[in-house]
């Protein structure tokens, strides 16, 4: 209990500092597109803080390693069948932590699903104009992550 006490007091006292300063700051915006959609960041401060370098190379990293809607990404060359594709730290964390929500999540989250919603018309593949009983089948078999990785 006194830790919650001292925890409410210490952000009341952040939060009435800010307010009391926010009159000195201006609002500023950015945005920009990354991650196949866009972004809108809006941030408070005394100056402009012009980060759009940043964002492009923090999104040019992720899209190479983990973009499914790029040919050329490691997961995409991994999912078209590629043998020797050296992946970096950011795609070993996302698929380590893919393999511990699967787990938790008895696989009810599982990341090889990306087949079906392709096939459904959420992915970057143009949809099956009409899904037969025998594709979705076909589709399925390739779907668990439990059948390689777990």
Known sequence: MKKIFLLLSTLSIFFHASCDNKNDLELYEQTGAGLGTTYHIKYFSSEEINAQKAFDS?????????????????????????????????????????????????????????????????????????????????????VGLWKSYV
Request: proline fraction near 4%; aromatic fraction near 10%; charged fraction near 25%.
């Open 58 to 142: 923090i999104f040019e990293v992720i899209n190479s390693s983990m973009s499914t809607y790029q040919d050329d990404s490691d997961i995409s060359r991994i999912n078209n069948g590629a043998q020797e594709v050296q992946v970096d730290v950011h795609f070993r964390k996302v698929f380590q932590a893919s393999k511990k929500i699967f787990r938790e999540s008895n696989g009810y989250f599982d990341p090889t699903v990306g087949s079906l919603v392709n096939a459904y018309g959420f992915g970057p593949d143009k949809p099956l104009k009409e899904l037969q009983l025998e594709e979705l089948d076909s589709l399925r078999e390739i």
